[in-house]
């Protein structure tokens, strides 16, 4: 075997064992490769497809309508739209004439209602004093009454016995028609006493009466728990709060949209003025198809994203409800079909999902933004987070 013949079979045996190295390998590759194949279908099994999307989903919220209590032209309008504004910040100003007027015409009726007060007690001390001074005139009628029925007393004694005299001619005439006199003039004495008397004691019994309808105005009270100024204490606060409300406050944090008013405008009372958008309370409607909401629960974690700030910005969300019906059972004229041609249409049913605050607050949203929301069905629902 020459030189040449020897290279050509070393050749030839390396070349197998190369080719056979390499099926060695391939197999091994193959080897793991199905073995994370396995894995893989094994999670896939598992787990993929635990989970359900959506682009069909759409930013939301409970805007606040700002509507005046009062009818009157507006003085000034202290926002525009697109502003961001706090709770309780001024959006609109009305004329407050007519209503600084009320308000001191009611201030003016409790300072008189104080004052009327005022009089009644001290009128509760005067007729106090009258019912003492017909107390001591009755006292004093009844000592003249006391004194009449003496007088009366001795003038039908001394009547009488010169009326026993008389015909013995112990006494004259003169004499017993001067006793006479005497007892006629007693006895009128002593019934003007007795109607002196009746006199005082009525005048007591209107005094004490006079009294008694006074204390009703002012029994078991002071000057300001009195109802009649507690009546006008309620009317100057009614006016007072009336008068606040000419200035018209945000109800809520959040962005103004669709102002319309200006100022000099006449409005009335719960005409629209604009809309205030709380985007810190945004949430997101997202309609699933009917078959694919079987699994998903209250309370369920939920991933979002948002053509705002793509795919970049993840927000983390949680079931918060499912709708009572979808949007064509809810529809002004809901689809009917009676003809027989029926054709099934899968339908979808609204799912409001509630946003991280925090995450919200470093990225905001705007009402009517599109999202795509990811329901994770494996996640804890409601009940369980409840429990732990």
Do not use: C
């Not at 004052?115 to 009844?142: C, H, P, Y």
């Amino acid at each position: 075997m020459t030189d040449t013949q020897a290279d050509v079979q070393t050749s030839l045996a390396d070349s197998q064992q190369l080719r056979l190295k390499r099926r060695r390998l391939l197999a091994v590759f193959a080897g793991i490769a199905g073995f994370f194949a396995l894995l893989y279908g094994g999670w896939a099994l598992l787990f993929a497809g635990r989970n359900v999307s959506t682009e069909n989903a759409y930013t939301a919220v409970e805007v606040a309508q700002v509507t005046p209590l009062f009818g009157g032209p507006v003085a000034s309008v202290e926002v525009i739209d697109s502003q961001i504004v706090r709770a309780g910040d001024v959006l609109v100003r009305l004329d407050e004439t007519d209503n600084r007027i009320a308000f001191e015409q009611a201030e003016a009726e409790l300072a008189r209602a104080r004052r009327r007060v005022q009089q009644l007690m001290a009128n509760d001390v005067n007729l106090k004093g009258q019912t003492d001074v017909r107390t001591q005139e009755i006292r004093s009628a009844k000592a003249d009454r006391v004194r009449a029925r003496a007088t009366l007393d001795k003038a039908i004694l001394d009547e009488k016995r010169r009326s026993n005299l008389i015909d013995g001619g112990a006494v004259s005439e003169q004499e017993l028609t001067n006793a006479e006199t005497a007892l006629s003039d007693a006895r009128a004495a002593f019934e003007q006493a007795e109607a002196r008397v009746r006199v005082a004691e009525a005048a007591k019994a209107a005094a004490e009466g006079a009294r008694q309808a006074n204390d009703a105005l002012i029994a078991h009270s002071t000057v300001e728990t009195n109802p009649e100024v507690q009546a006008a204490a309620s009317r100057l606060q009614q006016a007072r709060v009336n008068l606040v409300r000419m200035v018209i406050r945000a109800p809520v944090a959040g962005v103004v949209t669709q102002r319309a008013v200006d100022v000099g405008q006449h409005v009335q009372a719960g005409s629209h003025l604009m809309r205030i958008v709380p985007i810190e309370s945004i949430y997101v409607d997202a309609n699933f198809k009917e078959g694919e909401l079987r699994d998903v629960q209250l309370g369920q974690h939920v991933k979002l994203t948002s053509d705002l700030y793509g795919d970049e910005v993840v927000y983390d969300g949680r079931v918060q409800g499912i709708a009572g019906g979808t949007g064509s059972a809810f529809a002004a004229i809901p689809a009917q079909n009676a003809t027989g041609n029926w054709i099934k249409v899968v339908q979808r049913l609204p799912v409001r999902v509630r946003l991280d605050p925090r995450q919200l607050a470093e990225h905001p949203l705007r009402v009517g933004l599109s999202m795509k929301v990811t329901v994770d069905l494996n996640s804890a629902p409601a009940e369980r987070i409840a429990r732990e």
